[in-house]
């Protein structure tokens, strides 16, 4: 029974070893993101397809990101280069940028294209009555967790923008 205990002892300082060595990380955003609409895809938004891409992105010490597209549902939609082109609108602070930097890893991201069926709406305009109703294209960002770079030696060079 003594080396049981001391064996559940020994495992549980282990435990806490390896979540002491991999901390947990929680982005903190500059700002609030708000994709414009014109980051849907249009042939998507045009047949009110939804979809989804995943990102890992590199951050630069202002917190900026530099995002590539890992992978896109339904694939070849145009939902990874839009999340590509949404991403750039993205900032964590100075803060989170630092702790990826030294972490040396990237952020993973989760960038959801929906369209939102709204409330049918009776036009008149046309001389006669037609029921209608409005689309509202939504993109919902999601924190999926840490990510390693596609190549560290390439990622200062995601970063080279010119602002």
Not at 40 to 59: F, I, Q, T, V
Not at 63 to 77: F, N, T, V, Y
Not at 146 to 158: I, K, M, N, V, W
Request: net charge negative.
């Amino acid at each position: 029974m003594r080396a049981f205990v001391i064996l559940l002892i020994a495992v549980a300082f282990a435990a806490g070893a390896v979540r002491a060595q991999s901390p947990e990380f929680e982005p903190q955003w500059a700002t609030a993101f708000e994709a414009p609409r014109g980051f849907y895809p249009d042939d998507a938004l045009d047949h009110r397809r939804n979809g989804e891409a995943n990102l890992c992105c590199a951050a630069d010490s202002l917190g900026r990101l530099a995002c590539r597209s890992i992978d896109e549902r339904p694939a070849r939609a145009g939902f990874g280069a839009a999340a590509v082109h949404a991403s750039e609108w993205l900032e964590l602070t100075e803060e989170s940028a630092a702790a990826l930097l030294e972490q040396e890893k990237g952020i993973s991201l989760s960038m959801r294209f929906r369209i939102a069926e709204g409330r049918p709406s009776l036009d008149t305009s046309r001389g006669f009555d037609v029921l209608t109703r409005s689309f509202t294209p939504r993109i919902e960002l999601a924190y999926r967790g840490l990510c390693t770079l596609p190549d560290q030696s390439e990622a200062p060079h995601l970063l080279d923008r010119q602002d």
